[in-house]
């Protein structure tokens, strides 16, 4: 126990520390993990905890980050009024559109999200009295804290990152409540848990809201982070890249939503130095993790423990 | 349909594709009382199983549970109402522990929003300490404790048996079907099965059992011979095994 408390104030330490050491690129790259691992911990909730792949997590981004800046920049509203408009809306239509296409399973399930996703997408685009389509929305204000402007990336990382740690300690709090016994049941045996009273369409949903409520959160923070948004940063292919984070680190550990957020932030910017090949080694990297890490890195983590574990015993015994 | 009939099938009829899988199906169940069903492989057992607990939406006829309709009403309902199954090949919670498996069958007792639960406030922190209890006293009261916390992927046959029945147990159920409950059990386990059915019945259970186990079926009040979708026989056990159409249906004679 001790060594664990030992260990979590080593990492709040370097947590605290990291912003001003680093470079304002890094920094940068850190505030951008922050917002990632919020958007993937609604995914993770879905993947690891109903077994539902979410390909549609760049809609709800999407609609948090217009919102932020039409309300901002269009409506000179409140910053707090677009992240509340933002959340409203999307999770308002995570519910209608979950409540009938969260009827599907599995793959068709994921298809289904998918569509979601590109008719988001080319909504964004056509919309442009709404969204500025391709020429975007620009000018979004930086975040204003009491007075205290979070215009620097060292600044808004510690904003981000305790939104995130509170978005944590709520999935945290989902997982371990009569809920998430519920969800996890509905994973392993879905025609089991229906006979145990769960009602399975109503708890997707409602997991499904929550995801959305996570990644109009995190479309808002990016929003007043970039200060621009455009059509470009909501696309199918943003939804894969929130989908990988927990594919990468493991879908039910919370560690491992982070590492599988700073595996798809840090990873293509480094690769990218290495020239026109950096798509192809990020893909093989990708490729590399999945196949030899089924459970994600954090599952990893675990076997390596265990392994230690049981080979201290042995030495022991 | 008498007073104290907990369930009753009236004409109960299905198909699937041109096969007629149940034709006009009609018995009570007692309030209190334990009640066999039997029949060959194929004879429809299953699928009055379904029928009742809301997996089949059947083609004809009606059941009433405690007097009410029940046929429009989800699996969930039914659940919430008493009315719970087992199933033929034991459905656990594979990757949950067994002790979660008995909370998840506790959950059902309780109500929390999930905001409640999303921000774990006292409300839903109480529920899930009665949870925690409701099922530490079942793990005690079914012999499960030596296997707590393990998952429940590692169990043998009989021990999923009864981990099933015992999560379904855990939700005072009114009504337990139990589907085919001795398959893949050894005669010890039978032994054990049969009186955990015996018990829970005195305990005020009312007990619906598919099987064709004959061995096991003689915990039945009544029995119900089910040959090719109809009722061909019923009564208790004695009778029924002297009956000829049964004979004929069993032992070829």
Redesign the interface.
């Known amino acids: 126990m001790t060594s664990r408390l030992f260990w979590i104030a080593v990492a709040l330490a370097v947590w605290a520390v990291l912003p001003f050491v680093v470079p304002r690129n890094i920094a940068d790259l850190l505030v951008f993990t922050g917002i990632y691992s919020i958007a993937g911990l609604g995914i993770g909730l879905l993947l690891g905890h109903c077994g539902i792949v979410n390909l549609a997590q760049a809609t709800f981004y999407g609609l948090g980050a217009y919102a932020s800046a039409y309300c901002t920049v269009m409506m000179g509203l409140p910053s707090a009024v677009g992240f509340v408009a933002g959340a409203v809306i999307s999770m308002a239509l995570a519910y209608v559109i979950g409540r009938p296409i969260l009827r599907l399973t599995g793959y068709f399930l994921a298809l289904g999200t998918l569509a979601l996703s590109a008719i988001a997408s080319a909504l964004f685009f056509e919309w442009d009295w709404l969204t500025g389509g391709t020429l975007g929305i620009g000018g979004i204000p930086k975040l204003d804290l009491f007075g205290f402007v979070l215009d620097r990336p060292s600044r808004y990382y510690f904003f981000v990152w305790i939104v995130a740690f509170a978005c944590m300690a709520v999935a945290r709090n989902l997982v371990d409540s009569r809920t998430g016994l519920m969800l996890r049941a509905m994973r392993d045996s879905s025609t089991a848990a229906a006979s145990l009273s769960i009602d399975l369409q109503g708890l997707r949903t409602r997991v499904f809201v929550v995801c959305a409520l996570f990644g109009s959160l995190a479309g808002s923070l990016f929003a007043h982070h970039a200060s621009f948004v455009s059509t470009q940063s909501f696309t199918v292919d943003r939804s894969i890249s929130f989908l990988l984070i927990p594919v990468i680190g493991g879908a039910t550990s919370i560690p491992g939503i982070v590492a599988g957020a700073v595996f798809v932030t840090f990873l293509p910017e480094f690769l990218s130095k290495l020239g026109d090949i950096h798509q192809i080694l990020f893909g093989l990297a990708l490729v590399a993790v999945v196949v030899m890490l089924p459970d994600g890195l954090m599952g990893a983590v675990g076997r390596i423990r265990a392994w230690h574990v049981a080979r201290r015993g042995s030495d022991a015994g | 349909m008498p007073a104290d009939a907990i369930l009753s099938l009236n004409e109960i009829g299905h198909r699937f594709g041109g096969l007629n899988v149940l034709r006009s199906v009609t018995f009570d169940v007692p309030e209190g009382g334990i009640v066999g069903l039997i029949g060959p492989n194929g004879s429809g057992k299953t699928t009055l199983f379904n029928i009742v607990?809301g997996?089949i939406r059947p083609l004809m006829g009606t059941v009433a549970y405690r007097g009410v309709p029940l046929l429009r009403d989800s699996?969930?309902?039914r659940?919430?109402a008493g009315l719970?199954?087992t199933?033929q090949t034991p459905?656990?919670?594979?990757?949950?522990t067994v002790f979660?498996?008995v909370?998840?069958?506790c959950?059902?007792l309780?109500r929390?929003t999930?905001l409640q639960?999303?921000?774990?406030t006292p409300a839903?922190r109480g529920?899930?300490r009665d949870?925690r209890e409701l099922a530490e006293a079942a793990c005690e009261r079914f012999h499960l404790k030596g296997l707590r916390d393990l998952p429940a992927a590692s169990l043998t046959a009989g021990q999923r048996r009864i981990l099933?029945i015992a999560?379904?147990v855990v939700?005072k159920p009114r009504l337990l079907l139990l589907d085919e409950p001795s398959s893949g059990l050894n005669a010890q386990e039978i032994e054990n099965l049969r009186d955990w059915i015996v018990r829970l019945n005195a305990e005020g259970i009312t007990i619906l059992l598919v099987s064709h186990d004959m061995g096991l079926m003689t915990v039945a009040h009544t029995v119900h011979t089910l040959y090719f979708g109809e009722i061909v026989a019923s009564g208790d056990m004695a009778t029924i095994q002297r009956d000829p159409r049964v004979r004929e249906v069993y032992l070829g004679v």
């Open positions: 607990s997996y699996i969930q309902k659940g919430l719970v199954r199933f459905q656990v919670f594979e990757q949950m979660e498996n909370m998840v069958g959950a059902k309780t929390t999930m639960d999303l921000l774990r839903a529920q899930m949870i099933e999560r379904a939700g």
